[in-house]
């Protein structure tokens, strides 16, 4: 079973920088993760969960256009630890913070929420307006 535990929220001004990290456990030598996409998503208050980034196996990255240009995403294998690296924050980007996992590869999930079928449970980002 892969476990996923956030870290790394809290509030920053506009225009500052924050970094998430998302534990990633049970994910080596699972077999139904052979293949894997490891996303962030988030969900802010009255609004859908959105698809923020995503990194497959072969740490090819997918970035939103909502935040292409300030967010980048990393996983890190040796640490088992999955990276959001967010620059040049806006208010709008105020939501609560999910990491994912999906038993495949990036270009089949998408940015559809249901493909993924592992998440942790949410780290909050606050960026006063």
């Known amino acids: 079973e892969v476990q996923l535990v956030e870290s790394g929220g809290g509030s920053v001004q506009t225009g500052g920088s924050l970094r998430l990290s998302c534990a990633v456990s049970?994910?080596?030598?699972?077999?139904?993760?052979?293949?894997?996409?490891l996303g962030w998503f988030r969900q802010a208050p009255g609004k859908e969960r959105e698809g923020v980034a995503r990194?497959?196996?072969?740490?090819?990255?997918w970035i939103a256009d909502s935040v292409k240009g300030r967010f980048t995403i990393a996983h890190d294998k040796g640490k088992n630890t999955l990276y959001l690296q967010m620059n040049a924050l806006k208010s709008e980007d105020t939501a609560i913070y999910y990491c994912?996992?999906?038993?495949?590869?990036?270009?089949?999930?998408?940015?559809?929420?249901?493909?993924?079928?592992?998440w942790g449970q949410g780290t909050q980002v606050t960026i006063p307006s």
């Open positions: 990194v497959d196996i072969d740490g090819r990255a």
């Open positions: 994912a996992a999906a038993g495949a590869g990036c270009g089949r999930t998408g940015w559809t929420g249901r493909n993924y079928r592992a």
């Open positions: 049970g994910l080596a030598y699972n077999s139904a993760y052979t293949s894997y996409c």
